[in-house]
């Protein structure tokens, strides 16, 4: 089954595998920087994925940036792509004057604004779901932000996050990354990279007030969790089993 586009009740682009009406959802929410994105969430996400199971990827800041800067009608898809590409560039030039605020809003947001506002889209397209629906999150890096204030706003079954980022290497504590997780109900599975530059599970239990729900999982690797197939295997057992329990 091939991904489906829609737009959200805010204007924000999805992709989704399966109907948007079913009881069992996983939303998957990955880091900022996408250029960065790893393989073994991919991997982890198709692991967690069935047949019942409706896959929801919502954008990232910059991604949903560069959604709306090329195809902000979301209704391109159905046309030939020389055509496509026309009417792209047609609205572009249309739209020359917004060029710069749209580069500054892919680019040079504030991250707590960026993350707030983030999570705010996320909790509006919830409330338009499933009431009945069951909703897990796997989240990638500050995608975990994200994930983590949106439950505490409304019901979310399971969170698993790889990588959290409890600390940037080269600012200064940031309260935004951290404050609420002292008030998680939700279970929340960290997997934290020893050696992960934005922190790794001592100083993240040393440091920081964390919720009971709270679990952080030690791995040997760092923030982009490049991991040895046994380390995979096990890794993803791990995930899986949480994520049924």
Same mark, same amino acid.
């Given at each position: 089954?091939?991904?489906?586009?829609?737009?959200?009740?805010?204007?924000?682009?999805?992709?989704?595998?399966?109907?948007?009406?079913?009881?069992?959802?996983?939303?998957?929410?990955?880091?900022?920087?996408?250029?960065?994105?790893?393989?073994?969430?991919?991997?982890?996400?198709? #692991?967690?994925?069935?047949?019942?199971?409706?896959?929801?990827?919502?954008?990232?800041?910059?991604?949903? #940036?560069?959604?709306?800067?090329?195809?902000?009608?979301?209704?391109? #898809?159905?046309?030939?792509?020389?055509?496509?590409?026309?009417?792209?560039?047609?609205?572009?030039?249309?739209?020359?004057?917004?060029?710069?605020?749209?580069?500054? #809003?892919?680019?040079?947001?504030?991250?707590?604004?960026?993350?707030?506002?983030?999570?705010?889209?996320?909790?509006?397209?919830?409330? !338009?779901?499933?009431?009945?629906?069951?909703?897990?999150?796997?989240?990638? !890096?500050?995608?975990?932000?994200?994930?983590?204030?949106?439950?505490?706003?409304?019901?979310?079954?399971?969170?698993?996050?790889?990588?959290?980022?409890?600390?940037?290497?080269?600012?200064?504590?940031?309260?935004?990354?951290?404050?609420?997780?002292?008030?998680?109900?939700?279970?929340?599975?960290?997997?934290?990279?020893?050696?992960?530059?934005?922190?790794?599970?001592?100083?993240?239990?040393?440091?920081?007030?964390?919720?009971?729900?709270?679990?952080?999982?030690?791995?040997?690797?760092?923030?982009?969790?490049?991991?040895?197939?046994?380390?995979?295997?096990?890794?993803?057992?791990?995930?899986?089993?949480?994520?049924?329990?």
């Amino acid at each position: 089954m091939k991904p489906h586009l829609k737009y959200t009740p805010d204007g924000t682009l999805i992709q989704h595998k399966g109907s948007l009406s079913n009881t069992n959802i996983l939303l998957v929410l990955g880091r900022k920087n996408t250029q960065k994105s790893v393989c073994f969430f991919s991997t982890i996400v198709t #692991a967690l994925s069935n047949i019942d199971t409706t896959v929801i990827w919502f954008p990232t800041s910059k991604t949903q #940036a560069t959604f709306n800067f090329i195809d902000p009608m979301g209704k391109y #898809a159905k046309f030939p792509r020389i055509v496509r590409w026309f009417i792209i560039l047609y609205f572009l030039l249309q739209e020359i004057k917004q060029w710069p605020s749209m580069y500054l #809003a892919a680019h040079y947001q504030h991250p707590h604004t960026s993350i707030s506002e983030h999570a705010h889209s996320i909790k509006i397209f919830i409330d !338009s779901l499933n009431s009945k629906a069951e909703i897990s999150i796997i989240a990638q !890096s500050s995608g975990g932000i994200i994930a983590s204030q949106v439950a505490n706003q409304i019901k979310i079954k399971k969170i698993i996050c790889l990588g959290y980022p409890f600390r940037h290497p080269n600012t200064p504590p940031e309260k935004y990354r951290t404050q609420h997780l002292a008030h998680v109900k939700t279970p929340f599975l960290i997997l934290q990279g020893n050696n992960d530059p934005y922190g790794n599970r001592a100083l993240a239990l040393k440091s920081y007030r964390l919720s009971s729900s709270i679990c952080i999982a030690p791995i040997d690797t760092d923030h982009d969790f490049l991991l040895s197939p046994e380390i995979t295997k096990k890794t993803i057992k791990k995930i899986i089993e949480f994520h049924q329990t």
